[in-house]
């Protein structure tokens, strides 16, 4: 892991964007304090199969009905 300050980031950050995308992790760093990381994003191998979760999840018929008053106003919400 690599730790740069804030103004190298600035003046390199297309380089710094690219070596994160290969992998690296790099700080980012204001006054020697970590401020931020650079980071790849993961990318998703396998697709996600539709109805994954079908027969194991249920929803109630009245999922969408209005909260009781008691946990609306616990939430701030209007209540039904």
């Not at 964007?17 to 290969?22: C, F």
Request: net charge positive.
């Amino acid at each position: 892991m690599k730790t740069v300050n804030l103004y190298e980031a600035k003046t390199h950050l297309s380089q710094l964007v690219d070596r994160a995308a290969a992998g690296e992790e790099i700080v980012i760093a204001k006054a020697g304090r970590p401020l931020a990381r650079l980071v790849p994003i993961s990318r998703r191998t396998e697709r996600r199969p539709l109805g994954l979760l079908r027969g194991r999840v249920q929803v109630s018929e009245d999922f969408d009905a209005p909260l009781p008053d008691d946990v609306a106003d616990a939430f701030g919400t209007l209540a039904g």
